[in-house]
């Protein structure tokens, strides 16, 4: 079905002499300009001068063009740094402490097992570690593998137990995946507040 629309002898009359006075109105001269501004802090305003002054007779727009941000808020802070184990069934508990830095599972990961060779604890004829931790993609948690009937993981004192979604416990041999889904988005939004007074 369609449907057409009549227009009255007036109403073609009044659209013809808008269209006209369109034609006769010289055309908007549309100007831009560009304003880049930078920093290296989360909070800050931008003041210009001297001020900029517009012109009142005419009409103006902010608009936000474009927002760029690195990678570089910190996921491991002092806040969830440490990841407590023991190489020999729970008679000593060693804590490796992970730089603050902007860090996915894999590099927490290989943070981990970095400080694993370092104390000694892996095997290092076959270059086998006993304790890896990695991302499980498809349900977005974490887990950890423990590849010696004599290694242990201490969640409870671990501060990094949250940011991997596991809950307090201690864990033995065998694969374990964290009760939650990983944590490592301390930020959610950045708002961009633009304005000319």
């Avoid at 100007?31 to 802090?41: G, H, L, Q, W």
């Avoid at 969640?155 to 990983?182: C, D, K, M, W």
Wanted: overall charge negative; charged content about 20%.
């Amino acid at each position: 079905m369609s449907v057409k629309t009549v227009l009255s002898m007036d109403g073609m009359q009044k659209v013809l002499e808008e269209m006209r006075d369109l034609l006769k109105s010289p055309p908007q001269i549309r100007e831009s300009m560009s304003i880049v501004v930078t920093s290296n802090t989360t909070d800050w305003s931008t003041y210009f001068s001297p001020p900029m002054f517009l012109d009142p007779k005419r009409k103006y727009e902010l608009t936000l063009v474009n927002l760029e941000t690195y990678n570089s808020v910190p996921i491991i802070t002092t806040a969830n740094n440490t990841f407590v184990y023991s190489p020999d069934s729970g008679v000593t508990w060693k804590t490796i402490t992970l730089p603050e830095g902007s860090y996915e599972v894999a590099q927490m990961n290989a943070e981990i097992q970095r400080q694993l060779e370092a104390n000694g604890d892996w095997s290092a004829g076959d270059g086998k570690h006993y304790i890896s931790v990695g991302p499980n993609l498809s349900t977005l948690r974490a887990f950890i593998k423990i590849e010696s009937a004599t290694y242990q993981v201490d969640l409870a004192a671990s501060t990094i137990r949250t940011t991997l979604g596991f809950n307090a416990q201690t864990l033995s041999s065998g694969y374990h995946e964290g009760e939650n889904p990983v944590d490592i988005f301390q930020v959610s939004s950045i708002l961009v507040n633009c304005d000319i007074v």
